[in-house]
């Protein structure tokens, strides 16, 4: 596959030479020509200076004939503009920008561009470091609705199958870790000792779901 990046910071810089690696043909844009010593003497990508949302600079990079635009620059406002210009103006299906302000995520949604907020994913990964386990959620969508979040199981849900545990919870088991191993959910999955479950849920039910499974299941009439 063909990727254009815009921005060759450390972001880009990094994804770019990934990419290589793992065989795909990488274009990456910037505005700045020195930002390109940040990539290694032997990468065979092409280097384009100019701005990520000029049609001319995007043709250069290859957008016509890429399968994905990654737009990490320093600027939210260049970052979704690229990120437009490249799926509704090229027609690229997979596109991806880089936002500093999580407020602006769910305006991004809404037109249909994938973003990663960086500082609301820094500062929940730090969150649960600092705090107890499953203090902060794993995942959350851009819009901050929907979390991907262990929890806290009680030890009489041992044994029980998880989708009659999803039943009492009213929730959607994504995962078991299981010995640090990750486990996908079958109708006879079971909780064993030492499991660590994982549910994908919306934010504002999380406080209802990690009461119930943290109580004891309610026995069947």
């Not at 990094?14 to 844009?29: K, N, Q």
């Not at 994982?198 to 009461?211: C, G, L, P, Q, Y």
């Amino acid at each position: 596959m063909h990727i254009v990046i815009m921005g060759c910071g450390r972001v880009g810089s990094t994804l770019a030479h990934i990419l290589e690696d793992s065989g795909h043909s990488v274009a990456i844009i910037d505005r700045d020509p020195q930002a390109f010593r940040r990539l290694r003497a032997g990468f065979r990508g092409r280097r384009v200076t100019g701005v990520g949302f000029d049609r001319d600079v995007l043709i250069e990079a290859g957008v016509e004939s890429a399968g994905a635009f990654v737009a990490v620059s320093s600027g939210d406002n260049s970052n979704i503009i690229s990120a437009r210009v490249a799926r509704e103006t090229f027609g690229v299906d997979n596109v991806v920008a880089r936002i500093y302000d999580p407020r602006r995520a769910e305006v991004y949604q809404r037109l249909g561009i994938p973003t990663v907020a960086t500082v609301r994913w820094t500062a929940d990964q730090i969150m649960r470091r600092v705090l107890p386990e499953g203090a902060e959620p794993l995942w959350r969508d851009p819009t901050g609705t929907v979390v991907l979040a262990e929890v806290t199981v009680n030890p009489s849900w041992i044994g029980t199958r998880v989708v009659d545990l999803e039943t009492q919870a009213r929730a959607r088991a994504a995962f078991v870790n299981r010995m640090g191993e990750a486990l996908t959910i079958g109708d006879d999955t079971v909780v064993q000792e030492g499991d660590i479950l994982h549910v994908i849920a919306a934010e504002n039910d999380m406080d209802r779901i990690n009461k119930v499974l943290a109580a004891a299941p309610e026995e069947d009439e």
